[in-house]
């Protein structure tokens, strides 16, 4: 029931913008149950290609997980950089 590696590698080369709601909702349908079953399914069941296809997928998730901790970390600075700035300035002037 897993996909291929090859039938994931063409699923995240052909752009989103491409595809129809349809296969994107099953894309993302079938990338849940890929994670899933490569989680629960012991490594001495998986072919080579597999294991390193689920190494790929993990160290991606892992990334991609830790970018975007880094960008709301960045995104939630800027708010409350920019929050000072105006509490400051709001007391400078007696506006708030």
């Known amino acids: ?24 909702v099953g894309d993302t349908a079938s990338g849940v149950y890929d994670r899933a079953a490569g989680a629960l399914q012991p490594d001495s069941q998986k072919s ?8 790929v997928r993990s160290g991606s998730d892992t990334a991609s997980s830790e970018s975007k901790g880094i960008a709301q970390s960045v995104t939630d600075t800027v708010g409350s950089a920019t929050q000072g700035l105006k509490d400051t300035l709001g007391g400078a002037t007696g506006n708030k």
């Open 48 to 55: 080579t290609t597999q294991q390193a296809s689920d190494n």
């Open 1 to 24: 029931g897993r996909k291929s590696f090859a039938d994931q590698a063409t699923d995240k080369v052909t752009p989103e913008s491409q595809k129809p709601a349809t296969q994107r």
